[in-house]
């Protein structure tokens, strides 16, 4: 298995996969797609038993690092990835472990009793919340503290890689993705809004997560320069395209809000019949015209 070139989408927790999940089973059948989760040896693991059977995947995704393409011998990896404001996305994170008793660090973050400064106290002393995005892109992978080494392999990957999203934009984001990716279905089934943490004085929480936040900063500047340079690479019809993808999705939380909460899985079924509602959008459609181009 020595494919030259693959594709990869590098989930990082709390950035909008869940979303990008549903477009990946619309797009790719099961035996195209594998998905890798788990620690550094689980997703080693999985790997292996893809190759003793004989499996060779188009595209891989998961909550996996920058990297697992050593362990197919692929030269020339394209991975993609979406990156987030630092502070909102960590806050969203710690959120998530609040509300999830079968989290990792639930024991630590979860007590009832602790208010939101304090999680911050106790996360900025777990690696896994600290540089949270540079850990996924620099190949580091929580393994140990990421340096500023490390920090210059993440911003390398994101100079390199054809694609980086970001959260903010997320539909723009999407649909640039699709493009480059040659996807026929570029509407998302919108799954896993998080609910707001709690509320806390804005500027007391920024403080609080810069501290350990410093790489992930940086980081972010450099993905909005080249998340810039990726738009411009396209003339108003992506701005039509996102105007009415923004609608449709709307739609979505207005006539399935119970999906808003949910977690999705690639391969699980669509409650959301995303496929029929791209193949009935009209032929003047900003969508379909960038489908189409």
Known sequence: MNRQSRDYFVHIPKTGG??????????????ER?????????????????????????FIQGHMPVG?????????PNYYFFLREPVART??????????????FYHILGDPQLDMQQRLSLAKDII???????????????????GLPDLHRAIDRVWKSPFVGITEQSEKSLLIMAKKLGWKYVIPQKMNVS???????????????????????????????????????????????TEELLMLIERQGVEHPQLQQS?????????VPVADIATN?????????WIAS
């Open 68 to 76: 697992v393409h050593h362990y197919f011998n692929d030269s020339a």
């Open 128 to 146: 896994y919340y600290r540089n949270n995005m540079t850990h996924y892109l620099s190949e580091v992978f929580f393994a140990a503290e990421v």
């Open 263 to 271: 977690t999705y899985l690639v391969g699980d079924a669509l409650t």
């Open 91 to 104: 806050l969203s994170d710690i959120s998530h472990c609040m509300r999830n008793p079968k989290h990792g």
């Open 18 to 31: 869940s979303s990008v999940r549903t477009l990946i089973t619309l797009n790719y059948l099961e035996s």
């Open 195 to 241: 609910k707001q943490p709690p509320a806390i004085p804005v500027e007391d929480t920024r403080q609080a997560c810069e501290s350990f936040l410093t790489f992930d900063i940086e980081l972010y500047q450099i993905a909005l320069e080249r998340f810039e340079l990726l738009v411009n690479c396209y003339g108003g019809l992506l701005d039509e395209a």
């Open 281 to 289: 959008l009209s032929k003047d459609s900003p969508l379909r015209r």
């Open 34 to 58: 594998l998905n890798l989760y788990g620690t550094q040896p689980e997703i080693f693991n999985a790997c292996q038993q893809a190759k003793r059977h004989g499996l060779d995947p188009h």
